[in-house]
């Protein structure tokens, strides 16, 4: 079975600054996607960002990118020029490609707090 | 972006009454949509998926009479909880599979259950 791990349940960033979200992953596929997702107080969850595990190419999304290292099962978030709406927990999640279902597995949260 | 509506967003009820939730894809047509229960500062726990004109399927520990799934059309899943008790008391998350964009799940709003 797949996991997702967030070693940091906490993670504090001055703003303007940047900051790195960990995620560890276990999968025995070959073909998945990553994704991110930032859930602000208001508990609506956010799809920052989406990896697919055959593109080597790290996907950016404004301030906001990974590195992906598919041998070592890591995607790591990082927030570039924080800002105080980058509040939030941010979710790491796993998708297996393809299938009928696709149902997400999730961390734990790693709760972002940005300081003015 | 694809946008998920959920409704209502917060619902307080008597113990043994039931309350219905409904989750719409109000941009796409979601063939696939999920159940998920998120207790305070944790992870969301997936509950059931729900695929349209099927029964659904449900995660093991997941009551299926108490937890009744609907996903009668396209754009619309529902989510009844029966005879509810305090302690079904949480905040519930649905999320629509978009199939024919970037297959992407995209999350509604949230229900907040109240069971007094």
């Known amino acids: 079975a797949q996991t997702v791990t967030q070693s940091q349940p906490e993670m504090s960033v001055q703003e303007a600054e940047t900051v790195t979200l960990s995620c560890t992953y276990d999968t025995s596929e070959s073909d998945y996607y990553l994704f991110w997702y930032k859930q602000p107080p208001s508990r609506q969850m956010i799809l920052v960002i989406r990896?697919?595990?055959?593109?080597?190419q790290n996907a950016t999304e404004n301030r906001f990118s990974v590195n992906f290292q598919k041998a070592a099962k890591s995607f790591s978030l990082k927030i570039s020029d924080s800002q105080l709406g980058d509040a939030a927990m941010y979710f790491c999640a796993y998708r297996n490609y393809g299938g009928s279902q696709g149902n997400l597995i999730f961390g734990k949260g790693t709760k972002l707090s940005v300081k003015p | 972006g694809a946008v998920v509506s959920q409704h209502p967003s917060w619902v307080i009820c008597k113990s043994g009454t039931s309350v219905k939730i409904e989750c719409r894809s109000l941009?796409?047509?979601?063939?696939?949509m999920f159940w998920y229960r998120q207790f305070p500062k944790q992870s969301l726990m997936l509950m059931a998926t729900s695929n349209e004109g099927s029964k659904a399927t449900y995660e093991q520990g997941v009551e299926k009479d108490k937890f009744l799934i609907n996903h009668a059309s396209l754009t619309l899943s529902t989510l009844t909880v029966t005879s509810a008790h305090p302690e079904d008391s949480s905040f519930y998350i649905c999320?629509?599979?978009?199939?024919?964009?970037?297959?992407?799940?995209?999350f509604g709003p949230g229900t907040r259950l109240t069971v007094l």
């Open positions: 990896q697919e595990a055959y593109k080597q």
């Open positions: 941009d796409f047509q979601a063939t696939t």
């Open positions: 999320s629509a599979r978009d199939w024919g964009g970037r297959d992407t799940q995209y």
